[in-house]
């Protein structure tokens, strides 16, 4: 065996330093590659900004600094506007050349020690540690303006604006958290028209919350028999006799009570609940009307029932069939029930509204506009659709009296719809020189507090009862 501790001039031997030098130069390489695999791990491939592991880590470090005392960090998230429709039309390779201009775009926005991150497709995340709201407005503002210019990618050019969120972290916030409030501040901006910035705001997130409830709630409510129909009379304006009810449904919430249509109805309607609610209402309706029919006390009163049909229902094939049995059922004429139906409920125009609305005509049930004027409102197809009656949004009543050509303008409203050939109702009459108004004009029936608000059906049989109560 050969001793290394002999043979050197400087009683080293030299193999030792050659093996120093290798054993250097080994942990150098193993630091460099592990401060490449660090890097790698936080970082994004394709555009070299950081990864959702170094906006976690940089979040910790932050929320750390903010415990000893330093303000807390604020996150601004984006999304970019129409980057899908963008990718499909110039290709996968221009749209990674948008992501890395943005990215560099974005990084050039904000200061060193700003994190800037990619998380995932076009969402885009940068920390500011220590930064109050009113800075951090400013660098999102800053970043949108940035983002403004159109990206050049050789044979064309493109321009692809931002929507952004904010949220300020606080003490409690896991980095999740905050992803997903800032997340919430965005998608409001989205809705809002994009290349917006948006605060989170605190409103937002419980409504959002109670909507949750809502539709995991809504779906035991309709069969364990929590809602309920109200019923409003219309009236004919002349006589004060009541001509029509219409139903209106409530939600009996065991806990937070009477919830008015309007708080649950869209949630229904964007989860598909609609059409079994629908279903529930229309048979709940039908099922009245046959009762009032026989009951002696109200059986004098030959009127229609109206219902609320949603934009969903139009779309359902089986609609058309639901109606139909549900007549049958109660042995009731088509006649007597009328579908109101919004102006958006009928926008759309398709193929299946249009054979839906023309399979309802024929089978011979009422069809009525509802809202109208609230919405789009094009004079024009009140002559197209095949419906027989239009109800004129309240908000024109409402305006009486506080100008004098008001009175005018109904009149003329009330005379395109005569030469539509349709009837005209008027909702929201709440006083009697309201009433009297329309009536001066030639409208023939109308509908509102005045002449009734709506009702539980024990209440409303009441009404029925003495009808010689209404007001004529
Ligand atoms: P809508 O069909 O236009 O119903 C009229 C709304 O105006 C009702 O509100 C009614 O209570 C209210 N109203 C009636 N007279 C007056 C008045 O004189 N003044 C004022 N300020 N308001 C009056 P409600 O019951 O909250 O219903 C809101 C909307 O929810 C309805 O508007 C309808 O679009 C929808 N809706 C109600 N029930 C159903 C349903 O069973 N199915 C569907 N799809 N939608 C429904
Ligand atoms: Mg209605
Ligand atoms: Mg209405």
Request: proline share 4%; aromatic share 6%.
């Amino acid at each position: 065996m050969t001793s290394i501790s002999s043979g050197s001039p400087a009683g080293l031997d030299p193999r030792i330093g050659r093996l120093e030098r290798h054993i250097q130069d080994l942990m150098e390489e193993l630091h460099q590659a592990r401060y490449e695999q660090r890097r790698d791990t936080l970082s994004d491939a394709l555009t070299g900004v950081g990864n959702r592991l170094a906006l976690i880590n940089a979040y910790n470090d932050a929320q750390a600094a903010t415990a000893q005392g330093a303000a807390p960090p604020a996150l601004l998230l984006l999304n970019l506007d129409g980057f899908k429709a963008l990718k499909n039309s110039a290709g996968h390779a221009a749209a990674d050349q948008i992501l890395v201009t943005v990215a560099m775009r974005i990084r050039s926005a904000v200061r060193d020690n700003d994190v800037v991150t990619r998380l995932g497709g076009d969402e885009f995340a940068v920390l500011l540690p220590a930064t109050p709201q009113s800075r951090a407005t400013a660098v999102g503002n800053r970043i949108l303006a940035a983002l403004e210019p159109n990206i050049d990618l050789g044979n064309n050019s493109v321009r692809c604006g931002a929507s952004m969120g904010l949220r300020i972290a606080e003490a409690h916030h896991s980095a999740e958290d905050l992803l997903q409030e800032a997340d919430l501040a965005m998608e409001e901006s989205k809705n809002e028209g994009r290349n917006k910035l948006k605060v989170f705001d605190p409103g937002t997130l419980h409504a959002r919350q109670l909507q949750r409830q809502i539709v995991g709630e809504l779906r035991d409510a309709i069969r364990s028999e929590q809602l309920v129909l109200y019923y409003q009379p219309i009236v004919e304006l002349a006589t004060g006799r009541i001509e029509g009810s219409e139903a209106l449904v409530r939600w009996n919430h065991p806990v937070h009570g009477l919830i008015m249509p309007d708080q649950f109805i869209p949630v229904a309607e964007a989860t598909g609940l609609i059409a079994e609610l629908g279903r529930w209402v229309l048979r709940t309706a039908v099922r009245q009307l046959r009762e009032w029919r026989q009951n002696p006390a109200t059986a004098g009163h030959d009127f229609s029932m109206r219902i609320n049909v949603s934009a969903a229902d139009l779309q359902s094939l089986e609609f058309v069939d639901d109606v139909s049995e549900a007549l049958a059922e109660e042995s009731l004429a088509p006649e007597s029930l009328v579908l109101e139906l919004t102006e958006s409920a009928i926008i759309h125009n398709n193929e299946l509204d249009r054979y839906t609305l023309a399979s309802l005509q024929r089978l011979g049930v009422g069809l009525e506009i509802d809202d109208f004027g609230a919405g789009y409102s094009s004079m024009g197809y009140l002559r197209k659709l095949p419906v027989d009656r239009v109800k004129v949004d309240r908000q024109f009543v409402k305006e009486l009296g506080k100008d004098s050509t008001q009175l005018g303008f109904l009149a003329a409203i009330q005379q395109v719809i005569r030469s539509c050939g349709l009837d005209g109702v008027w909702e929201g009459i709440e006083t009697a020189e309201q009433a009297e108004a329309l009536r001066s004009i030639g409208c023939t029936s109308g509908q509102g507090y005045y002449f009734g608000k709506p009702l539980p059906e024990a209440e409303f049989t009441a009404q029925l009862a003495r009808q010689d109560a209404w007001p004529a």
